[in-house]
Every structure is written in structure tokens, then in C-alpha cells.
């Protein structure tokens, strides 16, 4: 991953250094926040066309929660790699689902659309569980002495 990412600078914008904590889990608040509001408004009526932009937004910000997260993941140690691939692995299903829900309701099939939403829904708040163990059991990205994990100066 170091050598997708080489500048220093970024990948430690990425890591959150500048925020003296990991930026990711603050990163994934944006699509989150989106995609449980497009639900909200997937119960009630007239809210279809901003569910759908929710959706949309959700989708491009998740972009910066990735790249995050990818950068945390090349500094974990094997155990919490592996436990970080499935954690991808779920949250790329929940995009592919948020992506044809986003699809389904440009091309009219509002129904669909917000199935595959509730669905993507679903399996991101797996993903989101299992995030949470990998942080709190696994202690990825969490210092002992309150140094800013995965600085380069500690």
C-alpha cells in the first residue's frame, strides 16, 4: 500500500494525525449518516428523489472513508489484516448494493432502488459491527499511551 500511497504528507492526513486520532472512523459518518437518512425517507411518502441524491452523496464520500481506511490497514498487524479484509470485503458489497440501488432509482425502478437501499443498509451495519471489533477486541489504531497511532514520529 506504500507504494500507492508514497506521499508521506497524504497518508498521514489519511492516518489523522493532523487530528491527533484515525480519520476513518470520523469518515465513514458522511456515507453513513446519508444512506440512513435516504431510509428514513424511503418510509415516507415524496421523499424519493432526495433519497436517491442521499444515496448519491453517500457513494462519493465514501471514496475518502476508504482510502482511510486502506491506509490504517497497511499498519496492522496479520491478525488485524485479516479481520480488516473482511471488513472491506462486507462494506464493498454494501457499496455494490448502494451503487444499484442508486442505478435502479435514476432508471425509474424507485422499488427496487430502496430494497437494495434496506439491503445495503443491512450489510453495511455488519460491516460497521465488525469495524467495531476490530477497533475495540483487536485494538487496531489504539496507543497505549496516548501517542497518535501510526505517526511517523512515535
Known amino acids: 500500500m506504500r507504494a500507492v500511497i508514497r506521499s508521506k504528507s497524504l497518508r498521514a492526513v489519511l492516518h489523522g494525525e493532523p487530528l491527533g486520532h484515525p480519520a476513518h472512523p470520523l469518515l465513514v ?16 411518502p415524496g421523499g424519493g428523489r432526495p433519497a436517491r441524491h442521499l444515496v448519491g452523496a453517500g457513494l462519493l464520500a465514501s471514496g475518502g472513508a ?33 451503487a444499484a440501488s442508486w442505478r435502479d432509482r435514476r432508471n425509474g425502478r424507485t422499488g427496487r432502488g430502496k430494497l437494495l437501499g434496506f439491503a445495503g443498509l443491512l ?31 512515535v
Do not use: C, K
Open 29 to 44: 459518518q458522511v456515507p453513513l449518516g446519508a444512506w440512513i437518512s435516504a431510509s428514513m425517507l424511503d418510509l415516507v
Open 66 to 98: 476508504i482510502a482511510a481506511g486502506v491506509v490504517d490497514w497497511s499498519d496492522l498487524d496479520p491478525e488485524q489484516q485479516r479481520t480488516g479484509w473482511v471488513h472491506a470485503a462486507i462494506n464493498t458489497t454494501a457499496l455494490a448494493l448502494y
Open 123 to 153: 450489510v453495511v451495519s455488519g460491516g460497521g459491527w465488525l469495524g467495531g471489533h476490530l477497533a475495540y477486541r483487536q485494538r487496531a489504531g489504539v496507543s497505549r499511551h496516548g501517542e497518535v497511532p501510526f505517526s511517523e514520529d
